[in-house]
């Protein structure tokens, strides 16, 4: 009876450690979100509040990818030929596309992946004569979006068999060098919110600067810890006394 009894608190003791410490371990992971949030929100600020680049300049292209949310501007001829749609984007919970469109820079070899705006599924059958509106020499302002390498849930930018499809889930720069012969730059333009309401219609992405509810999740989940780890041996000890005033009884 007796070694019941010690292989019950043995195990329950064990329980509770693997408690505290996981609460322990998420208090910590908190306060890590809350240190990237406040690095994201200074990057941002200097970002926006930095010079705006000319892209059509000479820059270290390598250096680009440090500047995300900077402000640009850059003028050359789309390529409609190489344009890709993003699936699965909603603009006033209306489905869609992103249409994403490579730019040949003036005075300059390489091309750039302009972002330029949301159309409706529905507008995808007349994207042709969209892009007539937009086949002569474009000026254009935008800020730098970084690339991605892989989605959140790790699937593949591009959701079609064939290798050269139109349709992305995001912006892949590594696929869609490898569909491309000539260079491009290894970030991409969102352009800047238009008020024409011309089709694709561009806005960029609100960004919120605040630290989040992280600190007060985090004080939360060390909270529970501490709880759990004194409120633990309390209870054992009550459980003991108890026990030791029925023996006497």
Do not use: C
């Not at 959701?159 to 730059?185: C, H, M, P, R, W």
């Amino acid at each position: 009876m007796m070694t019941k009894e010690i292989l019950k608190w043995t195990l329950t003791t064990i329980l509770v450690l693997i408690g505290v410490f996981v609460l322990i371990r998420l208090g910590f992971w908190q306060l890590d979100r809350l240190e990237s949030r406040r690095q994201f929100n200074q990057h941002y600020l200097e970002q926006i509040s930095s010079p705006i680049i000319n892209l059509n300049d000479e820059i270290n292209h390598q250096e680009l990818l440090n500047m995300e949310y900077r402000e640009v501007t850059v003028s050359g001829y789309y390529d409609f030929t190489n344009e890709i749609y993003l699936q699965n984007q909603a603009y006033e919970n209306i489905p869609g596309y992103r249409v994403v469109t490579p730019l040949k820079i003036d005075n300059n070899k390489n091309y750039i992946y302009i972002e330029r705006g949301w159309i409706s599924l529905e507008d995808l059958k007349d994207i042709e004569a969209i892009n007539r509106i937009y086949a002569q020499h474009q000026n254009l302002e935008g800020i730098i979006r970084l690339p991605q390498s892989e989605s959140d849930f790790g699937g593949k930018s591009s959701n079609a068999s064939e290798s050269n499809s139109q349709f992305f889930l995001y912006v892949d720069l590594d696929l869609l060098k490898t569909e491309l012969e000539y260079g491009i730059l290894p970030i991409y333009v969102q352009l800047k919110d238009e008020d024409d309401n011309q089709k694709p219609y561009s806005k960029l992405p609100d960004i919120e600067i605040t630290e989040g509810p992280h600190f007060g999740y985090a004080v939360q989940w060390f909270f529970f810890a501490s709880l759990l780890g004194i409120g633990y041996p309390f209870f054992v000890w009550k459980q003991i006394w108890g026990e030791k005033n029925r023996s006497r009884e």
